[in-house]
C-alpha cells in the first residue's frame, strides 16, 4: 500500500524511540535532522553550541523534494515531526493525491504532560547538541496546541503500538470460492479476453494481474470492461506499469510514453470515456494481493518478488509493479522465490517474459505474460481445490506486425517534426502537413511534402528526402554509387497527386494546404487509365499509396513518383515517361548517365559555365569512351550571339544602351533555346536512388534573384541592390522594371511565375 504516517505529538514523547525499536529509520524523513543538515551549530551567549532554527522554508522545500520522490516510486514514508501546528498539512495531502497515498496520523499525545517536562529538564542537563532547549512556556503552549488545534485534512489514526498489526503480511481469505481466476497481461486486447472470461461469476474471485492498456487495438474496450466490473466484490484489478499514464492522463499530465499518447489515449478520446471516470478505476488500483485459498498462500503481483516480506506494506509499490531485478531476470527471480519461500506459498505475476518461458517457469511461480498484443497469447491461471490450471488463449484480433513497425516510425518522426519551432504545421482534420518554415534554412523535414493521416498514422502523401548536397559532394566516390541519371526540370511551382485508401487527391502547398478529389482538367486522368497507373506502380514500388511530384509552370511535368512509405522507393524514368504520356503531361528530361568521378567533375564543370554552349551531352556518357570525356572541355563552343537590330522593340533602353548587357542577352536567348535545361533544376540520382541536387550558375542566380524579390516587397521599392552585379541579375533588374509599369501587382506573384515571363521573354529575343 502507499502510505504515508505523520508522527504527531510533543517533544520526547518517545517518536524516535519508536521509530528505532520498529527498525523504521530506513522509511523515515527526520525534519530535525534535515533541519540540521541545512546549517552548522552555533554559540549561545553562555558558550555552548546549539542548532538555531530562524526560518525552516529551505529545510522544507528539502523535505518535500525528498517525500515527492519517495512518493514517485510509491515508497512507504514516515515524517518524523511534531505535526501540532497546521502547517504543511495542505502540502501532504496535495502530495498525497497527486500519487494515490493514504495519510495516518500516528498519535503520541497519549504521553502526560507532567512526563514531557520531566524529559526536557533532563535533557536541559544532558545538553546534548542535537536536542532543542524549550522553556515550560514553549511546553504549554505547545501542549495546548496538541489537545485543541484540528488537523485540517482527511485522516486515519493509529496508536503507536498498532504499527504492527498495520504492517503485517495478513493474506486475505478467499477459500470460500469456488474457483479463483489470475488473468495475466492484456494490452488492449479484448477480443481475446471476452472469449475467454465471458461472463464474470458471483461464485468465483478474479484478479486481474495489470497492463490492460497499450500496444493493442481495443483499449478502450479493455477499459470500459474494468470500469464495469471494478466495484464487484469477487474482482480485484493490480495496476501494471503501463496503468501509469492513464494517471497522468486525467490529471492533464503528459505522458512519456509516445505509445500511450498517440494511441492508447486517442482511442480513449475518441471514444468518450470520461476522465473522473478512469480516475476511479485508478483508484482501485492495488499493487499487490496476498490471499489464502485452502492450504494455498498465493502472493499476486505485476513485477514478480524473490520472496513473501514479513511486512509487505513497507515495500514500495514500484517493487510490485515493476518486480525485482531486471526483464531478462525472470527465472532468476522465480528460482529465489522458490528457496526462500515455504512449500504452501506460490507466486502469480505478468510484466515480463522476454525468453519466452512457459507459464509455470518454476516451482511455484506462474508467469501469465505472452505478448498477447502481438499476436502471441492472453494466459490465465485458474486455482481451484484439485490445484492449479494453465490456460493459454491465441490473440486473433493484432496488429500486423509490418504496420506497427512503419507506424512507430512514423510516430517517431511525427513528433521531433511537432517539436521543431523551424517547421510549420498545417492541420486538415486527422492530416497535418510538415514544412520548413524558410526554405533557406536547411531544416530536416523527413520528405518534400510531408503529409501524415493521424488516425490511421500513414503517410498521406510525400515526397524526395529533404537532403540537399552540392556539387562538390557529389564528386565523393565513397558516397556515390555510379551510374547517376542526370535530369532536369523547369523552375516551377511544385504540385502532387496522392493516391491514397483508393483515391487520387490533388495536393497544393504554398501559404496553406489545398487537397481536393478534384483533379485538373489538363491532367488526363479517367478511368480507363487510372488502374494501369495503379497497376504499374504498385508492381514496381510494392504498394498502392504513392505520390507524383508535379512541376506546374504553363504546363505540368511529372517530376518523380513516390510510394508513401518511410523507406524511400521511386518509379524508374522509364515509368515516369510512360506514366506522363498517360496522363498527357510533360516528363522530367534526361540529360545525361555519368559513370565515373571523372565524367561527373567535368559535367560540374560544364554546369558552372555561363557562356558557353553544350553540345556534347544530346546523348548519355558512355564509361568505356574515355576519349569524349577529356574532350568534354574542347567540344564546347564559344560562340558570339547578337541581336538583331531590327527588333529592339521589347528590349528594355538600358538594356538596349549597353552593348555588353545586349550581347549577354543575346548569349542567354541562344543558351535557352538550344539548351534550354541549362535554366532548369538539374538533380542526379545515383543507382542507390540517392537525390542531389547539382548548383548551376543559373541556380545561384535564380536564388540571389528569389533573395532580391524578397526585399522588394519587403520594401516596396524597386532599387538597384549591390547584388545586381551580374549580366543576368542586371538584365533581369532591367526588364523588372519595365514589367511593372504593366503589371503592378507583380511583386505579389509566386517566384516561380516571375522566373517564367522572364524566360519568356529572354526566349522570344530575336538572335542572328
Not at 125 to 144: G, K
Not at 437 to 459: G, H, L, M, R
Not at 508 to 518: N, R, T
Not at 529 to 552: A, D, H, M, P, Y
Amino acid at each position: 500500500m502507499r502510505y504515508l504516517l505523520l508522527t504527531r505529538g510533543m517533544p520526547l514523547c518517545g517518536k524516535t524511540t519508536w521509530i528505532k525499536k520498529h527498525n523504521l529509520h530506513h522509511y523515515t524523513i527526520d525534519f530535525k535532522k534535515i533541519s540540521n543538515a541545512a546549517q552548522s551549530p552555533r554559540l549561545d551567549i553562555s558558550g555552548r553550541y546549539y542548532f538555531h532554527y530562524p526560518h525552516q522554508r529551505i529545510q522544507s522545500n528539502m523535505i518535500f523534494e525528498l517525500l515527492k520522490w519517495r512518493m514517485e516510486n510509491g515508497d512507504f514514508t514516515i515524517i518524523e515531526n511534531l505535526h501540532i501546528t497546521q502547517s504543511f498539512f495542505s502540502n501532504y495531502q496535495q502530495l498525497a493525491k497527486a500519487h494515490r497515498y493514504k495519510i495516518i496520523i500516528v498519535d503520541f499525545s497519549h504521553v502526560p504532560l507532567s512526563e514531557i517536562k520531566a524529559r526536557n529538564k533532563e535533557m536541559k542537563l544532558q545538553n546534548p547538541l542535537e536536542y532543542y532547549h524549550y522553556t515550560d512556556e514553549e511546553i504549554l503552549s505547545l501542549y495546548d496546541k496538541l489537545l485543541n488545534t484540528k488537523i485540517p485534512i482527511p485522516y486515519e489514526t493509529i496508536k503507536p503500538d498498532d504499527i504492527n498489526s498495520l504492517l503485517a503480511t495478513k493474506p486475505k481469505d478467499l477459500s470460500k470460492y469456488k474457483r479463483i481466476y489470475h488473468i495475466g497481461d492484456i494490452h488492449g486486447s479484448f477480443s481475446v479476453l471476452k472469449e475467454y472470461l465471458g461472463n464474470i461469476r458471483d461464485d468465483c474471485f478474479y484478479i486481474f494481474l495489470g497492463d490492460y492498456i497499450d500496444r493493442g487495438l481495443q483499449n478502450h474496450e479493455v477499459l470500459n470492461f474494468l470500469i464495469k466490473i471494478m466495484n464487484n466484490h469477487n474482482v480485484c484489478i493490480l495496476e501494471g506499469n503501463h496503468e501509469r499514464h492513464l494517471w497522468n492522463w486525467v490529471h492533464n499530465r503528459e505522458s512519456s510514453s509516445r505509445e500511450f499518447r498517440l494511441n492508447t489515449q486517442t482511442q480513449i478520446e475518441k471514444h468518450g470515456i470520461p476522465k473522473e471516470i478512469v480516475k476511479n478505476l485508478c483508484l482501485t488500483l492495488k499493487p499487490n494481493l496476498y490471499y489464502k485459498f485452502h492450504d494455498k498462500y498465493i502472493l499476486c503481483t505485476h513485477g514478480g518478488l524473490p520472496n513473501i516480506p514479513d511486512k509487505l506494506a513497507i515495500i514500495s509499490a514500484s517493487e510490485f509493479i515493476y518486480g525485482t531485478g531486471t526483464y531478462m531476470q525472470t527465472l532468476n527471480i522465480a528460482k529465489s522465490f522458490a528457496s526462500n519461500t515455504n512449500k504452501n506459498q506460490y507466486q502469480v505475476f505478468g510484466h515480463r517474459n522476454r525468453e519466452d518461458l512457459p507459464a509455470n517457469l518454476y516451482d511455484r511461480n506462474y508467469v501469465l505474460e505472452a505478448k498477447v498484443e502481438k499476436g502471441g497469447f492472453l494466459r490465465a491461471l485458474e486455482l481451484d481445490k484439485s490445484g492449479f490450471h494453465e490456460v493459454s488463449i491465441a490473440n486473433k484480433h493484432f496488429m500486423n506486425p509490418n504496420y506497427r513497425k512503419n507506424r512507430d516510425l512514423l510516430q517517431k518522426e511525427f513528433e521531433s517534426m511537432q517539436r521543431n519551432d523551424y517547421i510549420s504545421k498545417i492541420y486538415i482534420g486527422y492530416l497535418v502537413s510538415f514544412s520548413p518554415i524558410n526554405s533557406k534554412i536547411n531544416v530536416a523535414c523527413a520528405f518534400e511534402p510531408y503529409i501524415v493521416d493521424t488516425e490511421t498514422w500513414k503517410i498521406f502523401a510525400r515526397g524526395k528526402n529533404n537532403t540537399y548536397f552540392t556539387s562538390q559532394s557529389l564528386q565523393n566516390d565513397n558516397q556515390i554509387k555510379y551510374p547517376i541519371t542526370i535530369l532536369a526540370s523547369k523552375i516551377a511551382q511544385k504540385h502532387f497527386i496522392s493516391y491514397y485508401d483508393e483515391c487520387f487527391y490533388y495536393i497544393v502547398i504554398k501559404s496553406g494546404l489545398s487537397i481536393s478529389k478534384e483533379i485538373p482538367k489538363n491532367i488526363i486522368l479517367n478511368e480507363s487509365n487510372k488502374e494501369e497507373i495503379i497497376s504499374l506502380l504498385q508492381e514496381e514500388l510494392g504498394t498502392r499509396s504513392f505520390c507524383l511530384e508535379l512541376g506546374v509552370e504553363k504546363s505540368y511535368c511529372l517530376i518523380n513518383i513516390f510510394a508513401n512509405e518511410i523507406e524511400t522507393k521511386e518509379a524508374s524514368y522509364k515509368s515516369l515517361q510512360k506514366i506522363a504520356n498517360l496522363l498527357q503531361i510533360d516528363c522530367i528530361t534526361q540529360i545525361a548517365i555519368i559513370n565515373s568521378a571523372q565524367e561527373l567533375r567535368q559535367f560540374a564543370i560544364m554546369l558552372q559555365s555561363k557562356q558557353k554552349l553544350i553540345k556534347s551531352l544530346k546523348k548519355p556518357l558512355k564509361h568505356e569512351d574515355s576519349n569524349e570525356c577529356k574532350n568534354i572541355e574542347n567540344s564546347m563552343e564559344s560562340k558570339s550571339t547578337y541581336i538583331n537590330p531590327s527588333n529592339l522593340v521589347k528590349i528594355p533602353n538600358k538594356i538596349r544602351e549597353d552593348l555588353y548587357l545586349l550581347k549577354a542577352l543575346g548569349e542567354f536567348s541562344s543558351i535557352i533555346k538550344t539548351q534550354p535545361f541549362l535554366f532548369w533544376n538539374i538533380i542526379a540520382i545515383d543507382s542507390s536512388k540517392n537525390i542531389y541536387n547539382f548548383r548551376s550558375f543559373i541556380s545561384n542566380e535564380y536564388q540571389a534573384i528569389e533573395n532580391i524579390l524578397g526585399i522588394w516587397a519587403l520594401h516596396g521599392c524597386i532599387e538597384k541592390l549591390v547584388w545586381i552585379n551580374t549580366p543576368l541579375r542586371e538584365i533581369f533588374y532591367f526588364w523588372f522594371i519595365e514589367k511593372m509599369k504593366d503589371k503592378s501587382d507583380l511583386l505579389k506573384k509566386d517566384i516561380s511565375h516571375i522566373w517564367s515571363l522572364f524566360l519568356d521573354f529572354i526566349y522570344n529575343i530575336n538572335t542572328n
